[in-house]
């Protein structure tokens, strides 16, 4: 399977990114910009959106351009800065490159932005297994 490709089984695969109407915008190798809108029941108790829909929308991102490489690729730690609240309505994305595979492990920081703005940032490491995308 050609790694451009991936992304897109993945995303087929994957009841929860689907749930949040994750869209794959942009996807090469080694690249994977993917976005969504903030819904209604996917606010807290604040109006606001939970943490954990950017940190999933970019944690998805992270995942999909980690395997475009052609091996399965599973994150072992990540974290996220939170800066902006976000609204119901509001529409982000999240943008993950990863220039340069030297070894299993891969390191990343991920931008998710609302417009130009950016409202978070998420710090990955992947692991990269023997196992091929079929």
Known sequence: MKG??????????DAYST???????ECEIGRCKVGMIIRG?????????????SYSLADTAFGFAANT??????????SINHI????????????????TVKNKLGFNIIEVKRG??????????????QKDWE
């Open 4 to 13: 451009e490709q991936i992304p897109y089984k993945m995303l087929s695969q």
């Open 19 to 25: 749930w949040l109407g994750i869209e794959i915008l």
């Open 41 to 53: 029941d996917m606010l807290n108790s604040m109006n606001k959106a939970h943490g954990g829909i």
């Open 69 to 78: 490489h052609g091996k399965y690729a599973v994150s072992i730690e990540t």
């Open 84 to 99: 902006e609240a976000l609204s119901e309505g509001d529409y982000i994305v999240a943008e993950s490159v990863i220039e």
């Open 116 to 129: 130009d703005e950016i409202v978070a940032l998420f710090k990955g490491v992947v692991y990269r297994t």
